[in-house]
C-alpha cells in the first residue's frame, strides 16, 4: 500500500471548498506520457494554479501503474523545481469497477471516480457506496456520476446522452458518500461533439436545478473540451482528416465555472494540440526522425492551451 501523502499529493476535498467559494474550476487535465505531464506540470506553475493529473484505466495500461505512480511523484518534484510547489491530485478517470479503484488508491493515487452510471440506478448507488467506504479509510475522495454522456474517448463509449434528472441527486449523494458528483447536461466526450449546423449548447438550467437540490455540492464537469478551430484547420492543412469537429464553446464553461462546478475535464483538446504540432514538423521537416524535435513542439503548443484554459476558461490561475 502507498499512501498518496507519501508522494506529496492532496486529494481533492480542500481544493474543491476554495474554488466553491471563489467561483473557478480546478483543470483536469489527462495524460498518459512524458511530455503531457511536463506540459501540465509547466503550464499550472506558470499560472499559479491547482491541478488535477487524471488517468483513464486505458492510459494506466498505456504506460503503466508503477510507471504513472513515480511519474506522480515526479510531478510533485518537478513544480517545486520549477519555482512554485502547486497542489497535485493524481486522479482515476471513469474508474469502471471497485477492484480498480482499490487498485488505484493502493498504488497512490489521491482521488478516484467510479462511473456507475450505465448502471440501473439502485446499482450504481451500491457500487458507487462500495468504493466510498474502502476509498474513506485513507483520506481518498470519490466521484461518482449520475446521467451518461455521448461520444467516445478512451474506454468510455456511448451513443446518446441521457441528461442528469436534478430529483435524483440529493438522493445519490446522501446514499453514497461521494464527494464529488459528474453530471450530463450536455457536454460530450471525444472531438465531435456536435455536427456542422448545430448550435453547441450547455443545459445551464439543469445545473441551476442541481444546485438547489445540492447547495454547495461540488459538481463535475466531463468531456469539456472546446475543440479549438484553429487547431483543427492546422491539423488538417497538414494532412490530418478532423473534419466536422465542434466541441463547447469556451465562454458557456466559463459560465459553468463560476457556479457550483468545482472540476472541469479537458482532454481531446490536448490530443488535438499536441497532434497539430506534430503535424507540422513532420509535414515540413520529412527528414525528421528525431522524437523530441516533434515531441518537444507538441509538449509547448500543449502547454500554452493550458495556460489559456487556466486562465480565460477555468479561472484557477492564482489560485495555487
Same mark, same amino acid.
Given at each position: !500500500?502507498? $499512501?498518496?501523502?507519501?508522494?506529496?499529493?492532496?486529494n &481533492?476535498?480542500d481544493? /474543491?471548498?476554495?474554488a @466553491?467559494?471563489?467561483g473557478?474550476?480546478?483543470?483536469?487535465?489527462?495524460?498518459?506520457? @512524458?511530455?503531457? !505531464?511536463?506540459?501540465?506540470?509547466?503550464a499550472?506553475?506558470e499560472?499559479?494554479?491547482?491541478?488535477?493529473?487524471?488517468? $483513464?484505466?486505458g492510459?494506466?495500461?498505456?504506460?503503466n501503474?508503477? +510507471?504513472l505512480?513515480? @511519474?506522480?511523484?515526479?510531478?510533485v518534484?518537478y513544480?517545486?523545481?520549477?519555482?512554485?510547489?502547486?497542489?497535485?491530485?493524481?486522479?482515476l478517470?471513469?474508474?469502471?469497477?471497485?477492484?480498480?479503484?482499490?487498485?488505484c488508491?493502493?498504488?497512490?493515487?489521491s482521488s478516484? !471516480?467510479?462511473?456507475? &452510471?450505465?448502471?440501473?440506478?439502485e *446499482?450504481?448507488?451500491?457500487l458507487?457506496?462500495r468504493?466510498v467506504?474502502?476509498a474513506?479509510? /485513507?483520506?481518498?475522495t470519490v466521484?461518482?456520476e449520475l446521467?451518461? +454522456?455521448?461520444g467516445?474517448e478512451?474506454d468510455? %463509449?456511448?451513443?446518446?446522452?441521457?441528461?442528469?434528472?436534478?430529483?435524483?441527486?440529493?438522493d /445519490?449523494?446522501?446514499?453514497t458518500?461521494?464527494?464529488?458528483?459528474?453530471?450530463?447536461?450536455?457536454?460530450?466526450?471525444?472531438?465531435?461533439?456536435?455536427?456542422?449546423?448545430?448550435?453547441?449548447?450547455?443545459?445551464?438550467?439543469?445545473?441551476k436545478e =442541481?444546485? %438547489?437540490?445540492?447547495?454547495?455540492?461540488? =459538481?463535475v464537469?466531463? #468531456?469539456? $473540451? $472546446?475543440?479549438?478551430q484553429?487547431?483543427?484547420? *492546422?491539423?488538417?492543412?497538414y494532412g490530418?482528416? @478532423?473534419?466536422? &469537429?465542434?466541441?463547447i464553446?469556451?465562454?458557456?464553461?466559463?459560465?459553468?465555472?463560476?457556479s457550483?462546478?468545482?472540476?472541469?475535464?479537458?482532454?481531446s483538446?490536448?490530443? +488535438?494540440?499536441m497532434?497539430?504540432?506534430?503535424?507540422?514538423v513532420?509535414?515540413?521537416?520529412?527528414? *525528421? /526522425?528525431?522524437?523530441? %524535435?516533434?515531441? #518537444?513542439?507538441?509538449r509547448?503548443?500543449?502547454?500554452e +492551451?493550458?495556460?489559456?484554459?487556466? =486562465?480565460?476558461v477555468? #479561472?484557477?490561475?492564482?489560485?495555487?
Amino acid at each position: !500500500m502507498i $499512501s498518496y501523502k507519501e508522494l506529496g499529493l492532496v486529494n &481533492s476535498r480542500d481544493l /474543491f471548498a476554495k474554488a @466553491m467559494q471563489g467561483g473557478y474550476a480546478i483543470p483536469a487535465y489527462n495524460f498518459n506520457n @512524458m511530455e503531457q !505531464m511536463q506540459a501540465i506540470i509547466a503550464a499550472c506553475v506558470e499560472t499559479k494554479s491547482p491541478v488535477i493529473l487524471q488517468v $483513464s484505466s486505458g492510459a494506466r495500461k498505456y504506460a503503466n501503474q508503477t +510507471l504513472l505512480r513515480f @511519474m506522480a511523484q515526479g510531478a510533485v518534484e518537478y513544480a517545486k523545481e520549477l519555482g512554485y510547489p502547486i497542489p497535485i491530485v493524481l486522479h482515476l478517470d471513469h474508474g469502471d469497477s471497485f477492484e480498480l479503484c482499490k487498485n488505484c488508491i493502493e498504488f497512490g493515487f489521491s482521488s478516484v !471516480m467510479i462511473d456507475g &452510471s450505465h448502471l440501473p440506478y439502485e *446499482e450504481n448507488i451500491a457500487l458507487t457506496r462500495r468504493v466510498v467506504d474502502y476509498a474513506h479509510q /485513507f483520506d481518498v475522495t470519490v466521484e461518482g456520476e449520475l446521467g451518461v +454522456l455521448a461520444g467516445v474517448e478512451d474506454d468510455v %463509449k456511448a451513443e446518446h446522452h441521457t441528461y442528469t434528472q436534478p430529483e435524483e441527486v440529493e438522493d /445519490f449523494v446522501k446514499r453514497t458518500g461521494v464527494d464529488s458528483l459528474a453530471i450530463s447536461i450536455g457536454t460530450s466526450h471525444g472531438a465531435f461533439k456536435f455536427k456542422p449546423g448545430q448550435k453547441p449548447e450547455i443545459r445551464l438550467d439543469i445545473l441551476k436545478e =442541481i444546485e %438547489k437540490r445540492i447547495p454547495g455540492f461540488p =459538481i463535475v464537469l466531463h #468531456g469539456s $473540451s $472546446s475543440v479549438p478551430q484553429d487547431i483543427v484547420e *492546422e491539423i488538417n492543412r497538414y494532412g490530418g482528416k @478532423m473534419k466536422d &469537429s465542434i466541441g463547447i464553446p469556451e465562454e458557456q464553461l466559463r459560465k459553468a465555472a463560476g457556479s457550483a462546478v468545482c472540476k472541469i475535464n479537458i482532454d481531446s483538446d490536448g490530443r +488535438l494540440a499536441m497532434t497539430a504540432a506534430i503535424r507540422k514538423v513532420l509535414a515540413e521537416k520529412p527528414d *525528421e /526522425f528525431d522524437p523530441r %524535435k516533434y515531441l #518537444g513542439p507538441a509538449r509547448d503548443k500543449l502547454k500554452e +492551451l493550458y495556460k489559456h484554459k487556466n =486562465i480565460y476558461v477555468l #479561472g484557477s490561475d492564482n489560485k495555487a
